[in-house]
């Protein structure tokens, strides 16, 4: 038989991961995609771009604090930000069910509008597609991004270096509890809210305070864990963090417990992880600390020589374990 | 309460691994029976610190490692009926049988779902009035109460669409098996804390009553399952045998009478075929006749070609203790989670998949 598609080619995870190499990698080979990270940096002329592009699928499209256009938004600006852009200007792309509430398409674009200006960024060129009912699901929004480099930074998946500390820039697993809680067959009364929101701000604080930011990147689908591993791939470097010090709120954790899920692997929509020169990393806390986007930053570990390409995990009680690549479907559909 | 973190307390948590290190206690061998154990004791990283001359061996305990592959080929042929919906727990979705695993199945297009619980499976019956809902019921007696919900609600309502294939397995004739194949020592047990939640702690008693070895039911967090191993440490140095129950927020005496009265009305005790073991005798749950109406095998023809074995993966010796998961040729390499060759590198809480996910070598 033919081979099929799989829903966990699009987990985030080492299935992801291989069916982007194997297969789509393969055919579009250049050195700038060849870098693998969530957004392209290139130059014009004297100009240093970033451009970047995602699609935002999640089911179901409202949910606790936020919505699909919430995300389609935010995501693309944490993308190019991720790289140290200033993000300049969206593209928006809709695929709309036949059928789909007004009513409700209004929320999404009012929600788009408000988060673009929030960052600062104007949505300026943009398609609409409606298909028959069932062949879509609801809405599906694509969003493209540009953003300009003005410096000559170089933050790249492949640039954390043994010694550097691993700072997050706050609570782990909150958009995927989030909506995992208010998905159909699971509805559980919690009080947990999407962490959706840019970065753009936080970013331009921290590069103001120091230039010795090595790597970014936003732990979205496959969650800290995957993230984690992926830098640690790209760099040919281990990665330890402390249990003890991951910041995870209760009730994302009893979330979890109850659903047996890892927040570890659990998608985040407003946090980033960076990997930074020992030196910096508490006056950089301290700074990312007095924004909103980064009030519960801390340093969760730090880079190695040892274990190339894995992530250990100390433990609590003074174990280790490592912790892996998300394997399968861990949650469809997350963004 | 917070509930977790106490049950974590890092401070607490070295005080007892001090205990345990400053004893000198006998070399042991210490078996988890529970899949939910093993990956407890990787996630939290105790094999690293209790002393070195302890070895922790995983049992038979996780439900997706044991279902046999004649099991799951019963599933792989419910769906070829016309109007079937499958649903299943996710975890059952990769498990390779004699043909193919049910994720191969659902993306050459036939209906299978994945549910949280047996309530999701009922209330798709109810939606699918013109289709034939199966539910594949797998697990220990764990699972079995809530399946034996589902089908006495079924009746009640009169839900004539929904059918379940019952695989359910009993712990305790597996134990019994284990032991007295010898291929193992095992100088203590950690019992099953859900398990036992539901027969009651009163069910453990034969382990050391009738084989001498002490057993500890217990949680699954590392205070709870280092407490436990510091308890069967502790009773076999002083060579005494007796069940602890250290779970004693969940486990009482005599377990869970509603649950065990609705698995008694439902279902009778049959042999069953687990994986690793073969059939073992009265370790297995049908559905009685009083529900017949509801049992996926007598209103389909369920029955199977011979199932085949997977070839040169040792889940079967992993299963009964004899080999830890690197032993195999295949662990790795060939045999990964994303390429599963046996149940135990499938299911998130078998051996395999513990020491490929959380082992740091």
């Known amino acids: ?335 | 309460m917070k509930f977790i973190t106490e049950f974590r307390d890092s401070n607490l948590a070295e005080s007892i691994i001090k205990l345990l290190r400053k004893e000198a206690y006998p070399n042991s061998n210490l078996m988890e029976f529970c899949g939910g154990h093993t990956v407890a004791i990787f996630r939290s990283g105790i094999r690293e610190v209790v002393p070195k001359n302890v070895k922790m061996l995983s049992g038979p305990g996780c439900p997706v490692c044991v279902t046999s592959n004649s099991d799951i080929d019963k599933a792989g042929k419910v769906v070829r009926y016309p109007d079937v919906i499958l649903t299943t727990f996710g975890d059952m979705m990769k498990v390779p049988g004699s043909y193919d695993s049910l994720y191969d199945l659902r993306a050459k297009g036939y209906d299978i779902r994945v549910v949280y619980s047996t309530i999701d499976a009922l209330k798709i019956a109810e939606e699918n009035k013109n289709k034939k809902i199966v539910f594949f019921g797998i697990g220990f007696e764990t699972t079995a109460p809530t399946i034996a919900a589902s089908i006495i609600e079924a009746k009640r309502r009169n839900i004539n669409n929904y059918f379940v294939i019952s695989v359910l397995k009993l712990t305790i004739p597996a134990i019994k098996k284990l032991l007295s194949l010898g291929e193992v020592k095992v100088n203590g047990i950690i019992g099953p804390g859900h398990v036992s939640t539901i027969t009651g702690a009163n069910d453990w008693k034969f382990l050391p009553d009738e084989y001498k070895i002490p057993c500890v039911l217990t949680g699954f967090e590392p205070l709870d399952i280092l407490l436990g191993i510091k308890s069967l440490l502790d009773m076999i140095k002083q060579n005494k045998q007796e069940l602890v129950t250290e779970y004693l927020r969940s486990v009482k005496p005599e377990g869970n009478i509603i649950a065990k009265e609705m698995i008694e009305k439902v279902f009778i005790v049959d042999d069953s075929d687990w994986r690793g073991f073969n059939v073992i005798e009265k370790s297995g749950l049908k559905i009685s006749k009083e529900f017949e109406e509801f049992d996926a095998e007598k209103v389909f023809d369920l029955k199977t070609e011979s199932s085949i074995k997977n070839c040169g993966c040792k889940c079967d010796e992993v299963l009964r203790g004899i080999i830890s998961p690197v032993e195999c040729s295949l662990f790795r390499e060939v045999c990964n989670p994303e390429n599963p060759l046996g149940p135990c590198m499938v299911s998130s809480e078998g051996a395999c998949a513990a020491y490929y996910n959380y082992y740091v070598e």
């Open chain 1, 1 to 335: 038989m033919a081979k099929k598609i799989l829903l966990s080619y699009g987990s985030g995870g080492v299935m992801m991961h291989r069916f982007i190499n194997d297969v789509i990698q393969k055919k579009f080979s250049n050195p700038l995609l060849d870098k693998l990270n969530d957004q392209s940096v290139f130059n014009i002329e004297k100009h240093r771009l970033a451009f970047s592009t995602d699609s935002y699928v999640v089911d179901p499209i409202f949910f606790p604090g936020g919505n699909i256009g919430d995300l389609a938004i935010n995501g693309t600006i944490n993308d190019l930000v991720m790289c140290g852009a200033k993000p300049l200007y969206l593209s928006v792309g809709f695929i709309i069910e036949e059928g789909f509430d007004i009513d409700s398409f209004e929320v999404i674009i009012d929600s788009m509008s408000n988060c673009a200006k929030k960052a600062g960024v104007n949505i300026i060129t943009g398609d609409t597609k409606v298909v028959q009912s069932g062949k879509a699901d609801k809405i599906f929004i694509n969003t493209s991004g540009i953003g300009i480099l003005e410096n000559d930074l170089n933050i790249s998946g492949d640039n954390a270096k043994p010694g550097d500390k691993v700072i997050i820039s706050g609570t782990i697993g909150d958009h995927g509890m989030a909506v995992l809680t208010k998905r159909e067959g699971i509805m559980i009364d919690s009080d947990i809210k999407s962490d959706t929101m840019a970065l753009n701000r936080l970013v331009e604080k921290m590069l103001i305070h120091t230039d010795k930011i090595h790597a970014m990147r936003d732990p979205t689908r496959g969650g800290v864990a995957t993230t984690l591993n992926e830098i640690a791939n790209q760099s040919d470097v281990g990665i330890t963090i402390y249990e003890k010090n991951l910041p995870i709120r209760e009730n994302v954790k009893a979330a979890c417990e109850m659903l047996g899920f890892d927040p570890l692997y659990v998608a985040n929509e407003g946090k980033l992880i960076a990997f930074v020169e020992p030196d910096i990393a508490e006056s950089l806390v301290e700074v990312m600390r007095s924004t909103d986007e980064g009030k519960d930053a801390c340093i969760i570990g730090e880079v190695i020589k040892e274990y190339p390409k894995k992530v250990i995990l100390k433990t609590s009680i003074g174990g280790s374990r490592v912790v892996s690549m998300l394997t399968g479907e861990q949650l469809p559909r997350i963004c």
